[in-house]
């Protein structure tokens, strides 16, 4: 079954090769914004948001109390994602390539709801969690 999936992982690696070749060579303009996309946002998550949640992580993980870890820390890495995935378009508002019916919203008030909604979720996580810790019985040891 590995063998499969990695056939098709490298045919659909392929075929992303191809359709991206033209983009290459039809102007400098697309080059560049897309060296940008292809070069940059891997950097941006490499040097900056990655160790920083990382940090972040390791350090509230020694504050929290157990219950707590990993809603927190997994409310850290979904606010990561969102915000990475934002910043092209909180950069530059039509930075990207036009998709219709994306670019026709206020991307900010979005990120800060769904940065909302994970920590909404985080904070149901952890209590419940607490709950869960609280209410077990004492392991002996």
């Known amino acids: 079954m590995r063998w499969v999936l990695g056939a098709i992982g490298a045919g659909l690696l392929g075929w992303g090769a191809i359709l991206l070749l033209p983009l290459l060579f039809t102007s400098l303009g697309d080059t560049v914004s897309l060296g940008g996309w292809l070069i940059g946002g891997p950097i941006l998550h490499d040097a900056v948001i990655a ?34 995935l ?48 609280s209410a077990a019985p004492p392991v002996d040891g």
């Open 86 to 133: 934002s910043v092209p378009w909180l950069w530059r508002t039509f930075a990207p390539y036009v998709n219709p019916g994306l670019h026709d919203r206020n991307v900010l008030l979005g990120l800060v709801i769904a940065l909302g909604v994970v920590w909404l979720a985080v904070l149901a996580a952890g209590l419940l969690n607490r709950r869960r810790v």
């Open 51 to 84: 160790p920083v949640v990382g940090l972040l992580g390791l350090a509230i993980s020694h504050r929290v109390g157990r219950a707590w870890r990993t809603p927190v820390i997994t409310g850290l890495v979904v606010s990561a994602v969102l915000v990475t």
